[in-house]
């Protein structure tokens, strides 16, 4: 059986604005202390700026680059309503309840997002993800990975689920190997930065066989009911032990929690982060 619990659950309509995932949009994807809530427009911008607004270098690497104002903020979230193979979180952590019987505290911490998705081919990438500093070093960042490549795998029966990263970005890079990816290669000019220079981008993926730990499989079976499946993939999963990339990420995330930076005393507390 898995050391981390999951649980998927379909919010309301009204919760969240994006329905890139068809029967799967809305999904609130919740580990023991990682809360993945999908993202809703005019609720969650002026939580998030909050977050963002005294650390724009969060934003350094991104296409887009920094942002400085909370109209060019907002236009940047607003923007995601034109994409249309895109779906964002908004990201949670709680501590332990502190008392026997205490209800959790979530505390916003960040976003995360599924984006290049090609439903048709099973085929996602985890990027655009920016957390709040408290919280760097922490587990918060792998545990949070970790849930979105198990919801990918499981209830989307993703083939492939991908990370890229520019090639000045050697944090990003670190990161990708830590959480089991592989690197596919350089791509070359592939964009133009905020500045006008062109960057280069690392491809990293990580295929279903290297999650389960499995032999690589050749029926991508075309057509595939992937809200029934995936269900039961899930459910299935949920009493399994764990093996591959899934068992050494969830390794990772022990140790983490052991080793790593503690989260503080204020998101114990469930305060806001700034």
Known sequence: ??????????????????QTL??????????????????????DTPLLWELYKDHPE??????????????????????????????????????????????????????????????????????????????????????????????AFERLQA???QWKTHHKNMASQKSAIKLGFSQDGLHKKHMIDADGNWRHTYFYSMMDDDWYG???????????????????VALKQASAAPQGRQQQLEETIARRKKEGKALTVGITLGQPLA
């Open 58 to 151: 969060l934003f350094t690497y991104m296409p887009h680059g920094q942002l400085h104002t909370y109209e060019d903020f907002y236009k940047h979230q607003a923007n995601f309503f034109s994409i249309k193979d895109w779906v964002n979180w908004v990201c949670y952590v709680s501590a332990h309840p502190t008392k026997t019987g205490e209800d959790k505290k979530w505390v916003l911490c960040g976003q995360v997002a599924l984006l290049d998705i090609s439903l048709l081919h099973r085929r996602f990438e985890v990027g655009a993800i920016w957390l709040n500093p408290t919280v760097h070093g922490t587990f918060v960042m792998v545990e949070m990975t970790y849930a979105l490549l198990r919801f």
């Open 159 to 161: 083939g492939r689920v």
């Open 22 to 43: 068809g029967d799967n949009s809305g999904t609130r994807i919740e580990t023991d202390q990682i809360r993945l809530e999908p993202w809703l427009l005019e609720r």
């Open 214 to 232: 499995r032999e690589e499989t050749t029926d991508g079976q075309r057509g595939l009911d992937v809200a029934t499946v995936g269900a039961a």
């Open 1 to 18: 059986m898995s050391s981390i619990n999951i649980q998927y659950t379909k919010v309301p309509s009204s919760s969240y604005s994006q």
